[in-house]
């Protein structure tokens, strides 16, 4: 790869996951393939051109269709850089080992809890899942303490989530990662069940 992270980091904030592989289009500038919000997106592009003079070529799709491409295009792969918003796409590339180590300098700039154990992407924001409720049939100390606890009986019928949503399959993404494979499996038919 032509272009460490750090200096697309700094130049623009776009601190996120680089292709383990050359880029295709090394002499023409970098490309990255977009499934975030296509104006930021382009705002840290024309920025870090402008900083830079490297050209940016943007493209932009979904999440799960760029993951998919990317692990077909293997090591051939014309992308450096993949920004995606959803855990389940980056973790399919990185599973695929399709990312490249981001230098030390620019992984430092990122707090030590939101840092991934591999060292190959970076987080550039972060988002909430919210459990809401209606307070006239729930107090607070009645909520679940945990995502988990969503699983038991008591629970059946008395909330509702989005199964195929980004943000739900996120949630699947964490909870692999934090409990592992059976406890997810357990926890997945329990809430089918519920």
């Known amino acids: 790869m032509k272009y460490a992270l750090s200096t697309l980091a700094g130049a623009t904030a776009l601190a996120i996951m680089l292709i383990a592989?050359?880029?295709?289009?090394?002499?023409?500038?970098?490309?990255?393939?977009?499934?975030?919000?296509?104006?930021?997106?382009?705002a840290w592009a024309e920025g870090f051109t402008k900083e830079t003079g490297i050209k940016v070529t943007v493209r932009n799709g979904g999440d799960s269709d760029f993951s998919n491409q990317i692990v077909a295009e293997g090591t051939a792969s014309p992308a450096d850089v993949f920004l995606t918003e959803n855990s389940p796409a980056m973790a399919l590339v990185e599973s695929a080992g399709l990312f490249a180590p981001v230098d030390a300098d620019t992984l430092a700039q990122v707090p030590q809890d939101y840092q991934p154990a591999s060292g190959k992407w970076v987080g550039v924001a972060a988002r909430s899942t919210v459990f809401a409720y209606n307070k006239t049939k729930l107090t607070a100390d009645q909520l679940p303490k945990s995502m988990l606890d969503l699983a038991d009986p008591s629970w059946k019928g008395r909330w509702a989530a989005s199964p195929s949503g980004a943000d739900f399959q996120a949630i699947v993404s964490a909870l692999l990662q934090l409990k592992g494979e059976a406890a997810t499996a357990d926890w997945l038919k329990a809430m089918k069940t519920n």
């Open 21 to 42: 592989s050359p880029s295709m289009a090394e002499d023409a500038g970098i490309i990255v393939y977009n499934a975030q919000h296509e104006s930021l997106t382009k």
